[in-house]
């Protein structure tokens, strides 16, 4: 049974997930089921959610990431969009990794009603492509100041297409300042794939 409310595919690096619920709807409205625990461990995701968030963008063009947790405090996101559409970006980080620094951007939407996982060891960001954006992401470990870090979203060696020109874009003062991947080097050997 909850195999047929939920469906995952495996992305382009193959710890991160895109899930879609299923819903259920007549004229009174729709009912879905967003989060199944046997749903993710049927996929080998044995996950327990801590801190739900809940974010809204008013602009069209709000960029917001590259985030991730240090160890001990690393986080794992189950993100989606409940209101307007983002462009979702998931970043490996994992040193040693055969991806290392290498991304995956899916459209989370309203009406595509899909969710990104991404696990602990990958920096996450995403950009609003309309006015009004909702964001909803559940996470496996609390917000640590003191854990908390980030890349520049702009990084060429990244080299992420965010769908939108520099100029569209809107950064808060923070992640304006966010370094390089090549300069956070040190503070990634933290998740080499031995260690995850």
Not at 71 to 90: M, N, S, T
Request: with cysteine; net charge negative; hydrophobic share 40%.
């Amino acid at each position: 049974m909850a195999a047929r409310l939920m469906q995952f595919e495996r992305l382009k690096i193959p710890e991160l997930l895109l899930v879609s619920p299923k819903k259920h709807g007549d004229q009174r409205g729709f009912f879905s089921e967003t989060f199944r625990a046997d749903s993710f461990a049927a996929h080998g995701l044995e996950v327990a959610f801590v801190q739900d968030n809940h974010v809204y963008s008013a602009q069209k063009g709000v960029l917001r990431g590259l985030h991730f947790q240090l160890a001990p405090h690393a986080q794992g996101k189950l993100i989606r969009c409940e209101r307007g559409a983002i462009y979702d970006v998931g970043v490996d980080i994992r040193v040693g990794s055969l991806t290392y620094g290498c991304h995956v951007g899916v459209e989370l939407s309203a009406e595509n009603w899909r969710q990104l996982w991404v696990p602990p060891g990958f920096a996450h960001g995403y950009v609003t492509l309309e006015e009004n954006c909702e964001v909803i992401y559940k996470v496996t470990d609390y917000y640590t100041p003191e854990c908390d870090s980030g890349l520049a979203w702009d990084d060429p060696a990244l080299g992420i297409d965010w769908r939108l020109a520099h100029a569209d874009i809107t950064l808060s003062d923070k992640d304006r300042k966010h370094p390089g991947l090549a300069r956070c080097a040190s503070s990634l050997s933290l998740w080499s794939v031995g260690n995850l």
